[in-house]
């Protein structure tokens, strides 16, 4: 998208230059004969790349919407929509730059993610209605722009909203139950492609530093990583591995490599610690 933004730019400034040239010449020779053509040219050429650029643009909105958990509207999303979604706007993405995009984009697996959804959903030991409105309810909570405005559409999904929302309060007990264990699914559903790249921005950065990397050095780094205390943001004072739910004894990672398996197990089986 960088390089398509500034193939734009370069035509935009070339029209420019070239509406320059021309009114430089009418100035001093009082003609624009050999400019004014140019000059033409380069306007159409940038009309037809600013058009290009756009349609661009909007294709890969339209394919970055396809690969989101939740429609506009708040629905699960599904393969079959992704993939029309996709299909229609690859012919867009002609230029050579995509290319290696249009191969991901038409891997199968990329929307996998979507396919464990359903099945762990429907896996769910709960009633059909209740986990229809928790599943939409949670799929609005997630796309909170649809529910604001004045528009039709937007007053509709506010009544969905509060219909999901009676169907689970008069539930009690079950509808809190299934709400978290929807939660719970949806929170674990990730697409593997997006967890590939933190990974390899992070390893990325690592092979940079180091001119071998193995797998015992990724593993101490990942130890390093994931017991380090976060300063700022919502996550500030804890650690990835505090967030996942583990007690470890200490959260400094050299304590820990400095402890034996045994001394480790047994203070992991402690009462109160837990991996």
Known sequence: MRQVQQRVCRAIDAAAAARQREQQKARRTGSRQGTAAAAARADRHAAAAVDAGVAVEKAWATITDALQLFTPTGALNTRPRAEGIIAAALPLLDDPVWSKTRRALRRPQLLTFLDQAH????????????????????????????????RPSA???????????????????????????????????W???????CLNSVARMQQSRHRRMTTGLLDLKRLYWNCRTFRTGRRRKQTPYGLLGMNLPTTDWWELLRLSPEQLRQQLSAPGVAA
């Open 119 to 150: 099945e762990q959903l429907a896996a769910l030991p709960l009633a059909p209605a209740l986990r229809d409105a928790a599943v939409q309810a949670e799929g609005l909570r997630h796309c909170p722009a649809g529910l604001q405005g004045d």
């Open 191 to 197: 697409r593997a492609s997006s967890l590939v790249e």
């Open 155 to 189: 007053a509709a999904l506010r009544g969905v909203l509060l219909a999901t929302h009676l169907v689970l309060a008069m539930s009690g007990a079950a509808g809190a139950a299934a709400v978290a264990q929807v939660q719970q699914v949806l929170g674990q559903v």
